[in-house]
């Protein structure tokens, strides 16, 4: 069976078959890029079960929040 020659595809056409495939990936974005670099990683056998904040994550998080706390006291006193 010979390949048939196909009829060019409109600009709408390619651009709706692209963001089908974009939306049918649910593993990438960037949200799920941030989530696996400050979370823990996911277990497969526990859908839907919530990650905790890697430590690295968390003592960076706390450092930032006590230095804003002392820059902040200092500038109001």
Known sequence: MPDEPRAPLSVKEV???????????HHMG????????FLEPRDPFRRGARRRLKRWAGV?????????L????S???
């Not at 651009?15 to 049918?24: I, K, P, T, V």
């Not at 960037?30 to 670099?37: A, S, V």
């Not at 002392?70 to 006291?73: A, S």
Request: charged residues 15%; without cysteine; glycine residues 2%.
């Open 60 to 68: 960076l998080t706390s450092v930032f929040l006590l230095s804003l």
């Open 75 to 77: 500038h109001m006193r």
């Open 30 to 37: 960037f949200r799920n890029f941030l989530g696996d670099l």
């Open 15 to 25: 651009h709706a078959a692209s963001a089908l495939l974009l939306r049918e990936r």
């Open 70 to 73: 002392v820059f902040y006291y």
